[in-house]
């Protein structure tokens, strides 16, 4: 079973910040926060991922809590083509499976 | 440079047959990974590959299901005497290994069993 809660649809505005939560209050301290997507007839594609300190890349932003019981993924200026399912994972550093959820739903409105 | 490729894009078969699903890594990627998605539903694990070896076949759901990876490379999942139920996409993906790496998927293989 997936180790995470996400809610299941969020809406955004064009151009706003795109804020998606999720939680993982029983993660290990060996596992890492992951976040992948899903666009409409495509394979997942990997955004972003961290283990204690926030990061940042070209795509998003990866805000971790200190308990690391919970996460947000920031999408700083959302556009039409971040409509996807967005999927928050733990998983333990290295190789391994990647154990899916159902995913946020996130519909960006024009 | 080019992705994870899949082969067919599409299959429709008929209940009872055999049918193969080959994937194809990124080069020099060594780790590869099979999911399967039905409609809905985030991707489900079915088997993984370090190299040539099966590290990990928890999640093929009967041995029907087969896969196989001879060369380190290329591989193929086998799926043996169909059933509706097998209908969904299946993904490939494929990753560096080694480490907190990410993994790179294919576009999918859509399977249709009638």
């Known amino acids: 079973d997936a180790k995470t809660t996400q809610p299941t649809s969020m809406d955004c505005a064009e151009g706003r910040a795109a804020n998606l939560p999720c939680n993982h209050s029983t993660i290990s301290g060996n596992e890492y926060v992951y976040w992948y997507r899903q666009i409409h007839s495509q394979g997942p594609q990997y955004i972003i991922h961290?283990?204690?300190n926030n990061e940042t890349n070209e795509m998003a932003s990866l805000i971790i809590t200190e308990d690391r019981k919970s996460s947000t993924l920031i999408l700083p200026h959302a556009t039409l083509r971040d409509t996807a399912v967005y999927y928050c994972i733990v998983r333990p550093g290295g190789d391994d499976k990647i154990i899916f959820g159902k995913g946020t739903r996130l519909h960006i409105l024009p | 440079g080019a992705g994870v490729s899949q082969t067919p894009s599409n299959k429709v078969t008929e209940k009872g047959k055999y049918v193969e699903l080959r994937c194809d890594p990124i080069s020099g990627h060594t780790a590869l990974y099979w999911y399967r998605q039905s409609l809905g539903q985030g991707p489900e694990f079915l088997i993984y590959?370090?190299?040539?070896?099966?590290?990990?076949d928890s999640g093929l759901p009967n041995d029907r299901f087969f896969a196989v990876r001879p060369e380190g490379s290329v591989s193929t999942l086998k799926i043996q005497r169909t059933e509706r139920g097998d209908s969904a996409v299946y993904l490939c993906a494929s990753s560096l290994g080694g480490g907190p790496s990410e993994q790179f998927f294919g576009p999918g293989t859509r399977l249709t069993v009638l």
């Open positions: 590959f370090q190299g040539t070896g099966a590290a990990d």
């Open positions: 961290g283990l204690k």
